[in-house]
């Protein structure tokens, strides 16, 4: 049990600093590259892009379904009383999620009319159930019997990996359609989850407690740093691979309408390399100190009864079995109306799935393409039913530089108390647009006194730029 | 629209600056309060398993009925010496003269108490000799001293001493081990002494004129192999004492155990030819130091037939003849005796009596009761010191306290438990409760339990009892046991008999996480 822990311990250790991403602004916002990260098939506003090493890009996102700081805190309350009532909010959907990415690398360039990106990326996710049953156990004025403690749904990923890509794009349709692909291979450095948590202890009378004990928590990586010499490349490039990919599509439909849609990380790794699985599986009776009176056998009947108890979870350990586990898929959906080449606003679905579990996000947005100089966008997003996310970001190009800053809940970096969900990106590309198309500018001043009703070219933002 | 745009956001920016204030410093006021129902203990009890102690005084019948079994061995032992001894005989003077070089005479054995030996043979003992002169000799002057009715190895027995030349007093001794003697002088009389004594002829011209030589002649240290007789009439008082008398499973009750059918057995083993009444005074006390007399009658030891044969006797104290109902339901912990024994108590009746040096007489206590009973108010009293329980400052940490007690007791007996709670300092009641623990198992019209009784019991903990037992020092338990029908009915008692005791606690507690 404490090598679990200290499994668990090592592997979140490796997760902190990570920053976050609900994305729900990046999908819409092409200006920057890193959009691809969310749509292989988003049209791209840069000929060339190269990403900085790094700096290129950096994410944080954290998300808490279940309560924000002031709903415990807030000066002046009973914070018994707070607990009591986030208690009462918490349900199996409650959910924790810190995740990080960082660019490592990436390039990408427009061939005719296609788009080819390539780059790494590292992630590091800490996903879990916010365990509603505990909270009920301990705070909860009613329900709080620790008898009738059951874990079964509580789920727990952390995991930190690196991703190889090689995205294209390809525009068809007289450039109104574009599809895209993105191909992931995967290294897992650390990663443990928990396949079953089937823990219970429930009063079968008042004077027995049934558990039951069905615990499979599976971890890779993390027994690398119980060796004395260790090889920092075998922890980088363990064999703990596996593939992802993404596909995505764009569809101009006409000046005002376009729509998108992707789906991300179908893919999963093996995990080979220093796996280390915990296993639980037992049933087992407490009726606390069981003694025979004609035995008088009384002595350490107390250290029996606990002993008895450990052992009734029967935890083992088992070395070396390889697993695989599935990525955490996501799948946008968005709808945009173009006010004009400038302006447009957009309506975005996003989804992701955890352990067959669905987690849904909506959002509105707009999106202001003032120049190549700057665009900046905003929006207000419901991510895992939490509603107050107001988000900005903005992208300023510096010559071939492209200094690029957006948070899906500005608020929240500032209103902390409140804080329930926000993230954090920013980053630097260096990145070139290439010439505008004159012409195009020209036909839209004639075509804005006489507008045209078959226009076979689409008239979106990528042209204008 | 941008304008605007930037102005929404920064209204938002300005309420957020109004957002509520956090004070993380609350966290020292959480408290948590897990509830739960969680057993305490599981305990069984079986009959069968409890008498397989190999030290219980109980033991177990073909029929797995229960009986109390218990024997002391030679609680009581009677040896030769504390039945006939010969004390040290004065001396008796003869007076040997010149004219009168031999004497002999018939004289009385002193005996104890009027016994009246026709023979005996010691073992050991002693002749004293002293011989006193008004003039010494001018030579060895040799005396004979015999015992015309005693013999060694067959002669009759004769010992000489001599006066040495020029001395005047002589004092001398002969050991006499395994000397016989024929006190009945051809079954005329009884304690005869035929003690001859004579200067030898070859010296009785050596004796000075006018001299006069006093013998005293002494018997001593004498130590019975065997006699015969008469023992004469008298009392022997035995030695008071105490010896531990624990029944397993009940040592800590006392009171109100109604044995239906008690009795309890002396058995006496004689090689002594002696008729001997035996007084006894057996007091059993129990664990509150009350105490309870047997009021046993006196009862005869028979004599035995023939030497080397043992008379084996047994005398049955039961309710007829005795008080032993009360003295056993007073669950005697320790039995306290005293006694004596009377040796022809009939007096001179019968054949002679006899004894020999390995002769005793050996006294035996034993107990043998089937366990059928009636138990009413069968109490334990006992108290739990150096009772401590801190709370280390959180008192509250209990909201309150259910405890759950459940029985499934296959023994026909209830139990009842009060629990005091006392001051550590002045041992008063600051508290308490009382539960029916058991409930005892239904009866057929033989005793036998039918089926289990169901008990269940809830006590409740609120703050002032929790509290109580927070300042309590020390825990007194108070049980009270009856038998089926409020004790009304006897009962027997089976190895079958189980008893399971479940307990368990409901606790709402209010914890504070800073004081953990």
Avoid at chain 1, 114 to 128: D, E, K
């Amino acid at each position: 049990m404490k090598k679990l822990i200290g499994t668990l311990s090592i592997v979140l250790t490796l997760s902190l600093n990570v920053s976050a991403q609900s994305d729900m602004l990046l999908y819409n916002f092409n200006a920057i590259s890193q959009s691809l990260h969310t749509n292989p098939a988003m049209p791209q506003q840069t000929k060339v892009w190269v990403g900085l090493p790094v700096i290129s890009g950096f994410s944080t996102h954290y998300h808490n379904s279940g309560f924000s700081a002031v709903d415990i805190f807030a000066a002046g309350t009973d914070i018994n009383a707070n607990l009591r009532d986030v208690t009462a909010s918490l349900d199996a959907s409650s959910q924790l999620a810190v995740n990080q990415t960082v660019d490592l690398l990436g390039v990408g360039f427009r061939i005719k009319k296609g788009f080819l990106s390539l780059g790494a990326t590292q992630h590091i996710n800490v996903t879990m159930d916010i365990p509603y049953q505990l909270f009920n156990v301990l705070f909860s004025e009613n329900n709080n019997s620790i008898t009738q403690l059951d874990l079964s749904t509580f789920d727990l990923e952390i995991s930190n990996r690196t991703a190889f890509y090689l995205g294209y794009q390809h525009r068809f349709l007289d450039e109104k359609l574009t599809l895209g692909f993105r191909a992931n291979y995967l290294i897992g450095q650390q990663h443990a989850y928990i396949e079953r948590s089937n823990v219970s202890l429930t009063n079968d009378s008042t004077y027995s407690i049934q558990g039951r004990s069905d615990i499979m928590v599976r971890s890779a990586g993390a027994s690398a740093f119980e060796e004395d010499a260790l090889d920092p490349l075998n922890i980088a490039l363990a064999d703990n691979t596996g593939f992802a990919i993404n596909f995505g599509a764009h569809y101009q439909m006409n000046d005002k309408w376009s729509f998108s849609a992707s789906v991300l990380d179908l893919g999963s790794i093996t995990y080979n390399d220093y796996t280390r699985n915990y296993v639980s599986d037992s049933q087992f009776e407490f009726r606390g100190i069981e003694a025979d009176l004609a035995a008088n056998d009384f002595d350490n009947a107390l250290d029996r009864a606990l002993d008895s108890l450990e052992a009734g979870f029967n935890f083992e350990e088992v070395n070396g079995e390889s697993y695989t586990k599935s990525l955490m898929p996501r799948v946008f959906a968005a709808a945009n109306y173009h006010l004009s080449d400038k302006h447009a606003f957009g309506a975005l679905y996003h989804s992701r799935v955890w352990n067959g579990e669905a987690f849904h996000d909506f959002g509105v947005n707009y999106q202001g393409r003032i120049s190549r100089t700057f665009q900046w966008t905003a929006g207000y997003s419901i991510i895992n039913g939490t509603v107050n996310n107001i988000g900005a970001g903005f992208d300023l190009k510096l010559g071939a530089f492209q200094l690029y800053l957006m948070s899906d809940n500005i608020l929240g970096m500032v209103d902390y108390g409140g804080l329930q969900t926000t993230n954090f990106r920013f980053g630097i590309n260096f990145t070139f647009y290439g010439k505008k198309d004159k012409n195009k500018k020209k036909k839209e001043a004639a075509e804005t006194s006489a507008p045209s009703t078959n226009n076979n070219q689409s008239n979106n933002f990528i042209n204008y730029f | 629209m941008k304008k605007n745009l930037f102005r929404v956001l920064f209204l938002g920016l300005v309420l957020v600056s109004c957002s509520e204030e956090l004070d993380f410093s609350m966290t020292d006021d959480i408290a948590i309060n897990p509830s739960g129902t969680v057993p305490l203990a599981t305990l069984t009890l079986n009959l069968g398993d409890l008498v397989n102690d190999v030290d219980s005084s109980i033991v177990v019948d073909p029929n797995n009925a229960l009986r109390i079994y218990y024997r002391q061995d030679s609680v009581f032992t009677y040896s030769a010496s504390d039945i006939l001894t010969i004390p040290d005989q004065d001396p008796f003077d003869l007076a040997v003269t010149e004219s009168q070089p031999f004497f002999r005479v018939g004289v009385a054995l002193g005996t104890i108490s009027g016994a009246q030996l026709a023979a005996a043979t010691f073992s050991s003992g002693k002749i004293g000799m002293e011989i006193n002169a008004r003039d010494s000799a001018l030579n060895d002057i040799r005396f004979e001293l015999t015992f015309y009715n005693a013999v060694l190895n067959g002669q009759t027995y004769s010992d000489t001493f001599t006066l040495p030349a020029l001395q005047s007093t002589l004092i001398d001794s002969s050991v006499i081990n395994g000397l016989t003697f024929d006190f009945s002088d051809g079954g005329t009389r009884v304690n005869f002494l035929d003690i001859g004594i004579k200067v030898l002829d070859a010296d009785t011209a050596l004796i000075p004129d006018n001299a006069i030589y006093t013998c005293g002649v002494a018997l001593r240290d004498l130590g019975l192999e065997v006699a015969s007789g008469y023992f004469g009439q008298r009392t022997q008082a035995a030695p008071a004492g105490s010896f531990d008398f624990e029944i397993n499973g009940i040592e800590n009750f006392a009171g109100g155990l109604f044995l239906t059918d008690p009795s309890v057995s002396l058995i006496t083993k004689s090689t002594v030819g002696l008729p001997i009444r035996i007084v006894t005074d057996f007091d059993g006390q129990n664990l509150e130091g009350n105490v309870v007399s047997l009021d046993a009658p006196d009862f005869n030891i028979l004599a035995s037939p023939s030497p080397g044969v043992v008379q084996e006797s047994r005398f049955t104290l039961d309710a007829n003849n005795s008080a032993i109902t009360n003295f056993l339901a007073n669950i005697p912990q320790k039995i306290l005796y005293a006694g004596n024994l009377s040796l022809n108590p009939d007096g001179d009746v019968g054949p002679p009596n006899f004894i020999s040096s390995s002769s005793d007489i050996v006294i035996d206590f034993e107990v043998d009761v089937p366990m059928e009973m009636r138990i009413d108010q069968m109490r334990l009293d006992q108290t739990i010191d150096d009772f401590k329980i801190s709370a280390g400052g959180n008192e509250d940490f209990f909201e309150d306290i259910k405890l759950f007690f459940n029985s499934e007791n296959g023994m026909p007996l209830d139990l009842s438990l009060r629990v005091v709670l006392q001051d550590s300092i002045t041992s008063d009641s600051i508290g308490g409760f009382e539960i029916g623990l058991l409930n005892a198992a239904p009866i057929n019209s033989s005793g036998r339990v039918i089926a289990p009784a169901i008990a269940d019991n809830e006590v409740v903990f609120d703050q002032a009892l929790i509290l109580a037992l927070l300042r309590s020092g020390s825990l007194r338990f108070i049980a009270t046991v009856n038998s089926t029908n409020n004790g009304q009915d006897p009962v027997k008692m089976y190895t079958d008999y189980d008893l399971v005791i479940r307990a368990a606690i409901e606790a709402n507690s209010n914890i504070k996480v800073n004081s953990l």
